[in-house]
């Protein structure tokens, strides 16, 4: 897959004595330092692997897996059909792990995209059992997948140089928008929008009116590229939040409605951890290494993302002596 050229930037800031005292904190709007760098992998344990059912009465099938540790957040993605709107979905499916039902046969039927759940998985071997109960045909696409920490690969005992999966920009956003309904008739909003790649863990998140559980919307619509995600019947004034399985393209197009009262109100977010081996580049490029930033000199950052991965410039935290300091900075080339 083609990735972007390389953005960089530059940041510089004239730090006086007095910027450089005690620690402060975080204002608003400002983003703290983080507390440590924790480098992550995704490691899939599973999959992509097909099962399609054949002719006949239905028959399950199984599949054998190992996770090389409990930690992360392990899940279970079944994509029904072929992406982005069919066909060959199914319309009744059961899936299992170590004998225990996971996902039942109500979580399918022709709207269903994909199902999305969460695993607590101990450290070593698994079976999967999948049965598709629907048409000749139909089938699913099945991952067992998870985030994990390079931290915890290490105290599992795998070498630094062998470590399991693959490299991620995590937490990435690629589109956060607020829909508010319209009057005087609600109003299908569009929004286009990309992702450097499509190689990565995808959803889409809607958070339901206002942090403090006001303007809710009753009734909305959200769809990406054409398919539903978030349907009239999955909002409600006691919903907060919904949230599923999303596979954007490279440009995708996400459509919203808000249904409900006047000023009722959805924001919709599509979040990612996205595979990328190449790490962003924060370079201190003045002072230089052992040398001391007298009163007004000029502190330079340089910031990269030779990866192409989509980490943004406004990620970056910068802090002098503990205290936040990237508001002092400005954009110098």
Known sequence: MARPESKGMLLAAALFLSLLGPARPAAAGEVPPPAECRPQRLVRALGPLVVERRPGKPREETFDFSVPVATGRWTLTVVSGELPLGPFRASSARLSIDGALVVSPDAFNQTVQAVRVPLS?????????????????SRLTVLVESLVDDADLLAAGYAAAELPG?????????????????????????????????????????DNGLADGTARAASATTSLDG????????????????ERPAFPALSSRLEAEVRSAPGSRIRVRVVGDLV?????????????????AGPGAAVRVSFSDPGGSGVRPGSLSIA???APALSLFSVDA
């Not at 450290?123 to 629907?134: D, F, K, N």
């Not at 508010?180 to 909003?189: I, N, Y």
């Not at 539903?228 to 919904?242: E, K, Y």
């Open 320 to 322: 002098v002596n503990g």
């Open 121 to 137: 998985l101990a450290a070593g071997s698994h079976r999967l059992a999948i049965q598709v109960e629907s048409a000749v045909g």
């Open 166 to 206: 693959r490299r991620v920009a995590a937490g990435l956003v690629f589109l956060d928008r607020a829909f508010v309904r319209a009057e005087p008739d609600p109003v299908t909003e569009r929004v286009d929008f990309e992702v450097p790649s499509t190689d990565g863990f995808f959803t889409l998140l809607v």
């Open 276 to 292: 990328d081996e190449v790490p962003p580049v924060v370079v201190i490029e003045t002072p230089r290494e052992g040398l001391r």
């Open 227 to 242: 398919q539903d995600l978030a349907r009239p019947q999955d909002f409600g004034l006691g919903v907060a939040q919904i």
